[in-house]
C-alpha cells in the first residue's frame, strides 16, 4: 500500500512529466521574451470565476515591475478558484469541496487557508459568497462525521484514501484520513469568523453549523485528558516513524495542565510531546472568536461562555508551561511541552507554526516574546532552519533535511515590520520556482529544481496573499525589478 509521500511523489512526477513536460517550449519561450504567458487554466477549464479576484488580479499585476514576478503572481493568485474548487448543492443549500491540489481530498486546514485571501473580496462578489457559504456549510458536516478527523472524501459514503484504509483507529464512511491535529478545528472557525466579519452575512451559521461547533468544543475538552486518555487513538503500518503514535495510539505521555493534547503537527506528523504550544495559541484565538460569533448570531450566552473559560484555561496553562529561557534569559516559546517538565524547540514551516504566530492573529508582530521566539526559529537553533545557495528558511520532518518550505519564507515575510527582509523574502521565492511559474511544497536549499509537489494550491494561493499585501503595505517595493 503506498504511503501518503510516495504518492504525492509519483503524482508530482507524473504532473513534471506531463503538464510542465508538454509547457517546456512554451515556458523556454516566454522566460526568453518581454512578456512571460500565462499557466492558468483557459477560461473554460477553470473551476470557479470570480470577477472580484480577477479585477484584484489584474490591478494587482499591473502595479508590479518585474516580469517573473507579475507572471507568478497572475499563475498562484487565483489558483485555487481555477483548479481546486467543485461547487454543488446538498439538501437544497450551496456546498463547495476544495481539495488541495494534488490529492483529491478535503483537508480542513488547507481549504480553509486557501481561500481566506479572498475574503476582503467576498462582499461585493455573489459568486464569492456562494461559495464560502458551501464550503463553510461542508467543513461543518465533515466536523459532524467526525471531529478527530483531518481530511474527508467528496462523497461522505466514500472510503479512505489509499494510504489509509488499514490505520488502527475509529474510521468513520467519508473520511479521508484520521489524523487528531488541533488546527483541523481551528481553521474552519478562523474562515466562518473572518467571513462573517467582512460580509455580516449569516446565512451559513444555522443549526447544523452550530452542532458542528458544539462537537468543536466538546473535542478540545475531551483532548484536555483531565479524565483519562479520552476516545482517539491513532496507529499506522509505516516505515516513517512520524506516520504513527506511540503507546497503542495514544501518544507519549503527558501530565494534563489544562492544555489541549494534538497527536499530530499541521504538516500531518505525529508530535514528539502532545501539548503542541502553537496550535494551543491558535484554539485560544478560535474559541473566543466562536463565543463572539455564539452571542451575536445565535444569542447563546451559556455556550459563548463555556468557550471563553476553555480559552481562558488553555491560555493560562501555555503561558505557564510554554514558555523557555535561553542562556541571557530571554523568553520563548516552546513548540512542544508534555506538562512533565520536559519540552522540544523547533518550529515546522506548516502553519500553525511558532513563526506564524502574528499571521494567524494569536499575537502581535511586536510582542517581546513572539520577537524573540521569531529571531530563534530563523536561526541555527532550529533544527529545521536551512541555508543555502538558493535561499534560507524553515522545513520541517515530512519532507527531511535541506528541504526549505516556500511558505515559511511567505510566513516571515508575512510578519516582518523589515522592508529588506520583505524584499529579500520575494526574491527567493521568485528565484526558486525552477522555472514552474508556482510554488512547491519543499525545495532543496541549494537546487530548487529538486522540489515536491508541482500542484499545492495552499502555497500557491498564500503567495498571492503576500503579494496583495505588500502591495498594500509597501506599494513601492513592487513597482521595479527586484
Known sequence: MPTRREFLKWSSLAATAGVVGDALPQLALAQGAPNYLSKRPPPAKRKFVSQAV???????????????????????????????????????????????????????????????????????????????????????????????????????????LSWARHDKTDMKPGVGERKWEIDSLCYPIRLAHGYWQATGDAEPFDDDWRAA???????????????????????????????????EGYGNPTRPNGMIHSMFRPSDDACIYPLFVPANLFAVLSLRQLAQMSRALHHDEAFAGDCEALATEVEQAVN????????????????????????????????????????????????????????????????????????????????GLRMIWPMSIMIYAQTSNDPAQVRQCLKWLRDTDAGTGFMHEAFDQDDPSHFTRSWFAWANTLFGELIVDVQQGYPGMLRDKL
Open 54 to 160: 480577477e479585477r484584484q488580479l489584474a490591478s494587482v499585476k499591473a502595479g508590479i515591475g518585474d516580469p517573473k514576478l507579475a507572471w507568478m503572481f497572475e499563475n498562484c493568485y487565483p489558483n485555487t478558484l481555477d483548479t481546486t474548487v467543485e461547487l454543488g448543492t446538498l439538501d437544497g443549500k450551496p456546498d463547495t469541496f476544495v481539495i488541495t491540489g494534488d490529492i483529491d481530498a478535503m483537508w480542513l486546514r488547507d481549504s480553509s487557508a486557501q481561500v481566506v485571501p479572498y475574503i476582503p473580496l467576498a462582499k461585493g462578489d455573489p459568486a464569492l459568497q456562494r461559495l464560502f457559504r458551501g464550503l463553510i456549510r461542508r467543513q461543518a458536516r465533515c466536523i459532524r462525521i467526525d471531529p478527530y478527523a483531518n481530511a474527508f472524501m467528496p462523497d461522505p459514503r466514500a472510503q479512505p
Open 213 to 247: 461547533m458544539h462537537r468543536v468544543l466538546q473535542t478540545f475538552r475531551e483532548q484536555q485528558r483531565k479524565h483519562g486518555r479520552g476516545p482517539y487513538h491513532f496507529q499506522r503500518t509505516s516505515p516513517i516513524p512520524t506516520e504513527t503514535q506511540m503507546l
Open 320 to 399: 505557564k508551561d510554554g514558555r523557555m529561557r535561553d542562556a541571557d534569559g530571554r523568553e520563548f516559546w516552546a513548540y512542544e511541552i508534555d506538562g512533565l517538565g520536559n519540552q522540544l524547540f523547533m518550529d515546522d514551516a506548516n502553519v500553525p507554526s511558532l513563526l506564524g504566530l502574528p499571521y494567524l492573529g494569536c499575537c502581535e508582530r511586536n510582542d517581546a516574546l513572539y520577537q524573540n521566539t521569531r529571531n530563534r526559529v530563523w536561526s541555527t537553533h532550529n533544527p529545521y532552519f536551512f541555508q543555502g545557495r538558493a535561499a534560507e528558511g524553515i522545513g520541517g520532518p515530512h519532507e
